[in-house]
């Protein structure tokens, strides 16, 4: 008898959590619990919190299936840099005049 794997990532079995997911979780936890309990940051705590948990949420995006990989991708798409060239039309048109005005 074979056991066969759909895919070669390691998911831990869990709606598909791999294992950065958890490298990812694990500090945003740790955070939440030391600024909850140690400190008078409440409310902060309980934003950074929900943060955390939407930037885990599950969706369907091409391969990217957390929230934290788009939004690492608009991140990016946005501050990627931009080459800008710049034309005038009146050189264009200067030339075009000159090529007719040699015709004649």
Known sequence: MYITVKSIKR??????IE?????I??????IFI????FTPL??????FLMIGVF??????VSKKNRM????????????RTKIFVYQKDNIKKEKVIEVN????
């Open 11 to 16: 998911n831990l079995g869990f709606k598909g």
């Open 19 to 23: 294992i950065p997911d958890i490298i």
């Open 25 to 30: 979780a694990l500090p945003i936890i740790i």
């Open 34 to 37: 030391v600024l909850f309990a």
């Open 42 to 47: 409440k409310i902060p705590a309980l934003i």
């Open 55 to 60: 930037c885990l949420l599950p969706i369907n």
């Open 68 to 79: 934290y990989k788009v939004l690492i991708l608009i991140f990016q798409y946005i501050f």
């Open 101 to 104: 005005e040699n015709k004649e």
